[in-house]
């Protein structure tokens, strides 16, 4: 039975030893073939084993011939056996509000084009394809274009070094900056379908910028990381160029499991930001000066013997401050703004998660010149939302979500209704933590 | 401040001292630690990715497994895409090159034995399929001696200085294992042929290796959940065909098994899956010790 399955191989295996490839990929092709004959070597051992049933070695050796009518296709066609992985979500929405989007303000902001409220009616969410893939022995590569109404912007676009020694990574390009929690989660990972208030208005949801960053993982027992970035930062917060790095970012994180069924991470961060003319509100406001910006944030995991998939809990919150100085509008302007959020998901059934967030930002301009009327005036206001989501997979690759949401941003109360599908093709890269 | 910064700086130069007393093994199941620590002896310091209790195939990327790898010399895992969900985060954000796939330091199970069930075609709409074959492989203890036998050269060629131990461990674990295999072939011999219901697809190799006739699975596709109209049917096949045993694994939950074997008068046994899955099951040995004991004892209230 093994050795038509050797006599299929063997032509393939000269062949693929006779070809005209790279030094290397000999090298590699060589282990490979050692490794098939390995393979066979232990089949025909087992083969002949007197302990082997007829019927499994039959088994067997279908496999084994299998296997050899698979190779070689692999083998010749290699130029797309080297395709990055594609991954691909799709995301879709219904939203309704009692109050028109057009105009949505968060009093004593200067809001980021992408910090809006979100659209009423029907409508896709952002569209992403990602390709990845290792690029060499030292670098995996990373693009994801996001798709937005008939826009399509680069969302990362980035090299990652796999190999550095001493615990060191440095990551190059556009890529969500590390700072934070939710900071690199992509909008498909989320466990609500919007954005929390202290990153949206703070960060213009999250910040991404081109640039470097440079991590050092401790060799510690426990997780412990220090991380570095320098960007361009021409987008809010930062704004105009610069002529070197207009974004500084520095971030400490640590993490342990508790026990088999609870862990923990928690940070500090910091973002130093310039802007030489950062334009909001349609055009209308400009800023040029600095903005400072502290984060500290936690979560908690739990979940029953660390089975995550029948039962979870997660609870997570960040605290964001951000003092900011200059010339708004070419007026004095000064202001200090500080927000948090705290959420908890919680996964009762398998398939089923329900989540509640509270969050909420505040601004102080009483040391800037505020012109009545404009988006600085903070009617001594606190903006605050209240929001409950209810979430149900299909599989770990589709979601539909239900979400409802309070808002106070504008003097008026506001209810939010939103409808959401997300779904993943093809290779999904496994989530960080 | 000073003694606080003095302290850490001592904390990391004492962890990352270059000269390793034993080789640093972060297994990703506990099968894999169990066996790296039979021919590693105390020359190796093992530590395990997840318990028997927890699904491989779905664990977080935890910081605390992140800060393991980090400091691995080697890591083994099964592969053949079992930890895809889990270990490629873990390998990015460990920054450390000694465990990169292709690196000495990253050893696969599953590129030391043939792997069943390499599905004829892909598709999503069949569930949670692996491309490479099913990498449920440690449960046919012809793979373990398979795995043994590489790992035993791997750990050779990583700490050269101990080759000569490892070699011998290996072969004294070889022949001890080769000894315990026809112990549990000749007693297992009364569940050739037995139909089973499993749970989910773990046990194709334990299923080969036994003879043990696997008609259905609980779950309708891999890592899908099953409803009540599929469960139904299933309740119809059971007499039907013949059903002697209900399978189901330590990590996962006993209730849709349970339900079946209620309802059909069949027995339902809970089998260990892997090390520490059962109070039994503390080493490789006991695993399958535990296991057949289980099968065997569940054909015999059938009778």
């Not at chain 2, 674990?173 to 037995?194: D, H, N, S, Y």
């Amino acid at each position: 039975m093994y050795r038509p399955a050797l006599a299929l191989v063997a032509p393939f295996l000269s062949l693929a030893l006779n070809m005209p490839a790279a030094a290397q990929d000999n090298a590699a092709l060589r282990q490979e073939i050692d490794l098939l004959k390995q393979q066979l070597q232990r089949m025909e051992q087992r083969l002949n084993g007197a302990e082997q049933t007829a019927a499994s070695a039959q088994s067997q050796a279908a496999q084994a011939q299998q296997r050899a009518a698979a190779a070689p296709p692999a083998a010749s066609s290699s130029a797309s056996a080297f395709n990055p992985a594609i991954g691909v979500v799709l995301d879709g929405r219904f939203g309704a509000a009692s109050r028109t989007p057009a105009g949505a303000r968060v009093p004593g902001f200067a809001l980021g084009d992408e910090a809006g409220a979100p659209r009423r009616g029907f409508g896709l969410g952002e569209s992403e394809v990602t390709f990845s893939a290792n690029v060499d022995q030292w670098l995996y590569g990373n693009l994801t274009l996001a798709f937005e109404d008939d826009a399509v912007a680069v969302e990362e676009a980035y090299f990652q070094t796999t190999a550095l020694p001493y615990g060191l990574t440095v990551k190059g390009g556009r890529f969500f900056s590390g700072i934070g929690y939710i900071n690199e989660q992509h909008a498909h990972a989320w466990d609500f379908s919007d954005q929390n208030l202290p990153y949206r208005v703070l960060l213009n949801q999250q910040l991404n910028n081109d640039g470097l960053q440079l991590r050092y993982l401790a060799p510690t027992p426990f997780f412990l990381e220090f991380g570095g970035e320098a960007a361009r930062g021409n987008t809010f917060p930062g704004g105009g160029e610069s002529k070197t790095a207009g974004t500084l970012a520095a971030f400490v994180h640590a993490g342990d499991d508790i026990n088999e069924n609870s862990s923990w991470r928690a940070g500090v961060s910091h973002v130093r930001t310039k802007a030489e003319d950062r334009v909001t509100n349609d055009g209308a406001d400009t800023f040029r000066g600095r903005g400072n910006l502290t984060i500290l944030d936690a979560v908690y995991k739990w979940a029953p013997t660390g089975n995550p998939a029948s039962q979870h809990l997660k609870l997570q919150g960040e605290y964001l401050f951000r003092d900011e100085g200059g010339q708004f509008n070419g007026l004095d302007y000064q202001s200090a703004a500080q927000g948090f959020y705290l959420q908890g998901v919680y996964q009762f059934a398998p398939k089923w998660q329900f989540a509640l967030r509270y969050d909420q930002v505040q601004a102080n301009n009483d040391d800037a010149a505020v012109v009545a009327g404009s988006v600085l005036e903070t009617f001594n206001e606190t903006a605050r939302r209240g929001t409950a989501a209810l979430t149900f997979f299909t599989s770990e690759f589709g979601r539909f979500r239900a979400q409802y949401a309070l808002e106070q941003t504008r003097p008026e109360t506001e209810h939010q209704l939103l409808f959401q599908y997300t779904i993943t093709l093809g290779a999904h890269g496994a989530h960080a933590y | 401040m000073n003694r606080l910064v003095f302290t850490f700086a001592a904390a990391v130069l004492l962890t990352s001292g270059g000269a390793h007393a034993t080789l640093n093994v972060f297994a990703c199941e506990p099968e894999w630690a169990a066996l790296a620590g039979e021919i590693g002896g105390d020359k190796v310091s093992v530590f395990t990715a997840t318990t028997a209790r927890q699904d491989p195939h779905q664990v977080q990327a935890r910081p605390a497994l992140i800060a393991r790898l980090r400091a691995a010399d080697l890591a083994v895992c099964t592969g053949a895409e079992l930890e895809i969900g889990w270990m490629p985060v873990l390998l990015r954000q460990a920054a450390n090159p000694k465990v990169q796939p292709g690196a000495p330091g990253y050893f696969a199970a599953a590129d030391q034995v043939l792997l069943l069930d390499v599905p004829a075609r892909l598709d999503r709409a069949d569930g949670d399929v692996h491309a490479a074959g099913n990498p449920h492989l440690h449960l046919d203890p012809r793979n373990i001696a398979a795995v043994g036998a590489g790992l035993a050269r791997r750990l050779a060629d990583l700490d050269g200085a101990n080759a000569a131990w490892y070699a011998a461990r290996q072969k004294t674990f070889a022949e001890k294992w080769t000894a315990a295999m026809q112990g549990w072939e000749a007693k297992a011999a009364p569940l050739r042929g037995v139909a089973v219901v499993v749970y989910h697809k773990d046990w194709v190799y334990l299923e080969n290796w036994l003879g043990l006739k696997q008609v259905a699975t609980i779950e309708p596709k891999p890592g899908v959940a099953p409803g009540a109209a599929y469960l139904a049917q299933l309740l119809q096949d059971v007499p039907a065909r013949g059903v002697k045993l209900i399978l189901y694994a330590a990590y996962q939950e006993a209730r849709a098994a349970q339900f079946v074997a209620e309802k059909s008068g069949v027995p339902a046994v809970m089998l260990p899956f892997t090390v520490g899955g059962t109070e039994r099951a503390t080493d490789l040995y006991g695993l399958f010790d535990d296991s057949i004991n289980r099968l065997l004892a569940g054909v015999g209230t059938t009778r």
